[in-house]
């Protein structure tokens, strides 16, 4: 079985942010959501995907 590639088009859209806990430590959070579609109707006859997925993201960084 060889896998071949697959384009995928969708849309990726999401908030964040970034807050200063003290002069040396920032904390940030980050939410996205991506809405991906594909319909390869030359490779794969037939083939549909949707896939809706979301992450969350938490930082914490220090600065030296």
């Known amino acids: 079985?060889?896998?071949l590639p697959?384009?995928?088009d969708?849309?990726?859209y999401?908030?964040?942010?970034?807050?200063?806990?003290?002069?040396?430590?920032q904390i940030g959070l980050e939410y996205?959501?991506?809405d991906l579609v594909s319909e390869?109707?030359?490779e794969y006859p037939n083939f549909h995907?949707?896939?809706d997925f979301s992450t969350v993201t938490l930082?914490?960084?220090m600065q030296f």
């Open 6 to 8: 697959i384009d995928v």
């Open 49 to 51: 995907l949707e896939s």
């Open 10 to 12: 969708g849309l990726a």
């Open 14 to 25: 999401g908030i964040g942010a970034e807050v200063k806990v003290t002069d040396r430590v």
């Open 59 to 61: 930082r914490i960084g």
């Open 32 to 34: 996205l959501q991506r």
């Open 40 to 42: 390869d109707w030359v």
């Open 1 to 3: 079985n060889t896998l």
